[in-house]
């Protein structure tokens, strides 16, 4: 079992900036990657960025050059740092964890953290 707890959402200004972090317990050293979706009311969870065991990172097309996926692992910690937001970047946050597929699907990620609210004003 692996919990996950999500936190750093709020609400800032067009073009400001969010740090949101995720602390991992239990089998931690089991993920194979750690992901970061966001789901929008009224559409579907979209893979953000994912960081697989590897360090090697991964980031959706609207969010490359403005966030950034690390982890920490003496801290069990994965953040995304998350810079120039726009109001399309509104949504409930979640972190992810996947135990054996390093993949980009909601089916790939076996546990889920409650989620964490960003809204971007204009």
């Known amino acids: 079992q692996v919990q996950l707890a999500e936190s750093g959402g709020g609400l800032v200004q067009a073009g400001g900036s969010l740090r949101l972090s995720c602390v991992a317990s239990?089998?931690?050293?089991?993920?194979?990657?750690m992901g970061w979706f966001r789901q929008a009311p009224g559409k579907q969870r979209d893979l953000v960025a994912r960081?697989?065991?590897?360090?090697?990172?991964y980031y959706a097309d609207s969010v490359k050059g403005r966030f950034t996926i690390s982890r920490d692992n003496a801290k069990n910690t994965v953040y995304l740092q998350m810079n120039s937001l726009k109001p399309e970047d509104t949504a409930v946050y979640y972190c992810?964890?996947?135990?054996?597929?390093?993949?980009?699907?909601?089916?790939?990620?076996?546990?889920w953290g409650q989620g964490t609210q960003v809204t971007v004003s204009s």
């Open positions: 239990g089998r931690t050293s089991s993920t194979a990657a």
């Open positions: 960081i697989s065991w590897n360090g090697i990172t």
């Open positions: 992810a964890a996947a135990l054996s597929r390093v993949g980009t699907l909601i089916g790939d990620y076996n546990y």
